[in-house]
């Protein structure tokens, strides 16, 4: 009966083992390209690349939202879309397939206009031009160019009190060091929900219109 329980035990510590670095592995994904050009703590100015991402609006509470976008851009990036490629020797005739498109990290989301926009950053391989075309309108494709942001980075679950907390103290460093910021906040989310929450990355950011 003893050596059960331990095996069982055993088996329980392993699997919580497998949860526990399973987390961090799938999150272990293309990212945006940045250059930190200050940092103090967890708290970066960074100078992100040109990106493409594919965008949806969202109603709703912002958990709700984040959810309900991610599950619309998953769709998406797992195969309903339309590859458009021009057969040789034709100038109009088109071959149509679906294709998969490698998972990124994070999820980003921003309140805009009483809405949400949930967002993922696309792989970097492709331009706007020889990216699927969504088959859900409501996924749109958008060039984004170079921007600067103000960036704190923290752990823990993705909950309203954790969020608000740690933009309060980017905000105050902002207003400390007298940057400029445009538009309300961006949040980024880079594990998916299984992940023990002392190892999550989480991160708000600021867009950056002036640093003195």
Avoid at 13 to 30: C, D, H, K, Q, W
Avoid at 113 to 136: E, Q, R
Avoid at 149 to 159: D, E, H, K, P
Avoid at 160 to 177: A, F
């Amino acid at each position: 009966m003893k050596k059960k329980w331990i095996i069982i035990l055993s088996v329980i510590l392993i699997l919580l083992l497998a949860f526990t670095m399973l987390g961090p592995l799938m999150s272990n994904v293309e990212q945006p390209i940045y250059q930190v050009i200050r940092s103090e703590r967890n708290i970066d100015i960074r100078q992100y690349a040109p990106m493409i991402i594919a965008e949806v609006e969202v109603q709703g509470k912002r958990e709700e939202a984040v959810g309900s976008g991610f599950r619309m851009l998953a769709d998406y990036i797992f195969g309903n879309n339309t590859v458009q490629q021009e057969i040789a020797m034709t100038a109009t005739v088109q071959q149509q397939n679906s294709e998969k498109i490698s998972m990124t990290a994070p999820v980003q989301q921003q309140s805009q206009n009483g809405a949400w926009k949930v967002s993922f950053v696309m792989p970097s391989k492709y331009l706007i031009d020889t990216l699927p075309k969504p088959n859900n309108q409501t996924v749109a494709l958008k060039e984004v160019p170079a921007k600067t942001y103000a960036v704190i980075l923290f752990s823990g679950l993705n909950s309203n009190e954790n969020i608000l907390l740690h933009e309060k103290k980017l905000m105050q460093y902002v207003e400390i060091n007298q940057i400029t910021t445009v538009g309300s906040p961006k949040y980024a989310f880079y594990n998916p929900p299984w992940t023990l929450p002392f190892l999550r990355r989480n991160e708000i950011m600021f867009e950056v219109k002036n640093i003195p």
